[in-house]
């Protein structure tokens, strides 16, 4: 189980409590915010550093920054966008990590591929030389009680094992779901990876 502490929401200084936590894996939705926290040479050198992971909607006019911090895409939700990712990790001599982020609670002001665009997808990043597709991300419900919210996650299993097999495509081990609210039932539905905020440093402060 990999946990990805998300850092957003607050000052520079969580960075050195993220470290001294121990956290191999650190998230963020935003570039500028990311860029202040962790994009200096000393931090992207040192070779212990945590992998980072972009959690948030990525615009593809700020996908140049990303590809430079970030190791791992994790909101990757079109061909579009993946095609740009693509060209600037070879242009920067990289190969970037991705997730696919599928809406499974269909709420309409989530981001995210919708469930049947999934295989579509697949299909056209795994092809994609510079990117590593490693699995599938999800959020659940906003408003969810336990059955949806166990839905949304359920369903993202589902859409895993239906593509991997359509597409021929074993490779997408990660499943990335669940939050500090809803982490418990997330690991129950199978994810391989949880994002937590809130439940590590309490409630967000500076930026939101
Ligand atoms: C903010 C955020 C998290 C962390 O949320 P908490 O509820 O504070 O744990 C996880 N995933 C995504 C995509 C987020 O935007």
Known sequence: MTIVGVTKGHAVEIVRKARA???????????????????????LNDPERPT?????????????KAVHLFDSIDSLDSVH?????????????KTLRVLIQVNTSGEAQKSGCE????????????????????????????EGDEKATRRSFELLREIRERVAREANFPQ???LSMGMSGDFEWAIEEGATEIRLGTVLWGPREEYD
Request: aromatic share 4%; glycine share 8%.
């Open 21 to 43: 936590l121990g956290l191999r894996h650190l998230g963020e939705s935003r570039i500028q915010e990311a860029t202040d926290k962790y994009g200096f040479s000393e931090f």
């Open 52 to 64: 980072l992971h972009l959690i948030g909607h990525l615009q593809s006019n700020k996908a140049r």
């Open 81 to 93: 966008l993946g095609e740009t990712l693509d060209r600037l990790a070879a242009e920067q001599d």
């Open 115 to 142: 469930t049947e665009q999934a295989l579509e997808l697949v299909e056209a990043v795994k092809s994609m030389s510079h990117l590593e597709l490693r699995g599938l991300m999800t959020i659940g419900p906003l």
């Open 172 to 174: 997408l081990a990660e």
